[in-house]
């Protein structure tokens, strides 16, 4: 509702109605994420656990009709909605026009992703799962940082937010996550708690951005993440020797060392104004690192010894997981504190990510 293209839905035969589902008159479609919670109690527990206080201005996306809404309006002392859907917006605004809400309601039209959104001290939302991913780091991007945001995802994505090292779900999401923000687990949803149903169970989860936040460059450490949840289960000694994760950190290697990049007294402020949301961006939908369930196949040879200098930079590489005693680790079982000594030493070996 809040996120992505409204898609015009094909009539079917016999006037079937195209998968919709109706509240109030209103159709609702699955195809625009379009599931609205119909259990009252849920709502209800949502809102305790969220610690909405009186004086909050709160932050919905996807209200639809606006059960969530009432409740939000009761317990704060605004709400902002963003919603995509023209329909929605207009049965928000008759829902509440001539009650003490309307004034303290403010509807925003408008794709959330694209929207440049107000401040706000809490988020709560049930959201169209396709955007949970980029909506998550924007979210964590916006500027000045709110206490919290209680979210409802889609049930798999909820579980690697708050996967640990050592979980199967354990992923790139998880890291670049946790880095921001601390996550928590709250409530299981079943998926008969909406109308229409969906196909997936849902969750949802608490996330509070961390402050201040951790002084790494957002671009380095995504860069050096990515790499080593390309096979999250192989040891670190054996990706870093892959021809193309070697040519490529080589290439930034010889770059800097032209520029003379100088990277002591970095201003973290300023590279994370430019870079953290892009953490969000190429995680996909679902954020399900696909990359690391391949087999192994060409892309993964070793670049052999026969050129000397790309010998010495190979060892230079080996040289830093030893000092680490990262070789035979894997990206499965590494905390934060792990990523970050590990980005610590490439970084004073000369070696960059970004």
């Not at 527990?45 to 059960?67: F, R, Y």
Request: a positive charge.
């Amino acid at each position: 509702m809040a996120g992505g293209k409204i898609r015009k839905e094909k009539p079917q035969k016999g006037g079937g109605g195209g998968g919709a589902h109706f509240q109030g008159g209103i159709p609702f479609h699955k195809s625009k994420g379009q599931h609205i919670l119909k259990n009252p109690l849920l709502v209800d527990s949502i809102i305790q656990k969220s610690g909405i206080k009186h004086t909050d201005t709160i932050l919905e996306i996807g209200p639809g009709t606006g059960n969530l809404t009432k409740k939000l309006l009761e317990a704060g002392k605004s709400v902002v909605a963003v919603e995509l859907d023209p329909r929605m917006v207009l049965e928000l605004q008759r829902r509440f026009q001539g009650t003490p809400y309307s004034s303290r309601l403010k509807v925003i039209q408008g794709d959330v992703l694209k929207c440049d959104l107000p401040y706000f001290d809490i988020c709560v939302a049930n959201i169209p799962y396709q955007i949970s991913s980029p909506l998550t780091f924007k979210l964590l991007s916006h500027r000045p940082l709110f206490r919290c945001a209680v979210i409802m995802f889609q049930r798999e994505f909820a579980m690697r937010l708050v996967a640990q090292p050592g979980d199967n779900l354990y992923c790139r999401l998880s890291v670049n996550t946790q880095l921001l923000a601390r996550v928590n687990h709250l409530l299981k949803v079943g998926r008969n708690n909406f109308r229409p149903p969906p196909k997936v169970d849902s969750s949802v989860v608490r996330i509070e951005p961390r402050k201040p936040l951790p002084p790494v460059n957002f671009k380095e450490w995504d860069g050096l993440v990515r790499i080593c949840f390309n096979r999250k289960n192989r040891t670190l000694g054996a990706l870093f020797k892959q021809k193309n994760v070697l040519s490529m950190l080589e290439k930034n290697f010889k770059t800097l060392q032209a520029l003379q990049l100088a990277t002591e007294g970095f201003d973290h402020d300023a590279e994370m104004a430019r870079s953290l949301s892009a953490l969000g961006d190429t995680l996909g939908d679902m954020s399900i690192d696909k990359d690391e369930e391949k087999d192994d196949d060409d892309d993964d040879m070793e670049m052999d010894d026969g050129d000397a200098k790309a010998s010495d930079f190979k060892n230079k590489i080996v040289g830093v997981l030893k000092l680490g005693d990262f070789e035979d680790k894997r990206a499965s079982k590494l905390t934060q504190e792990d990523f970050m000594h590990l980005l610590s030493l490439f970084n004073r070996a000369g070696i960059h990510f970004s």
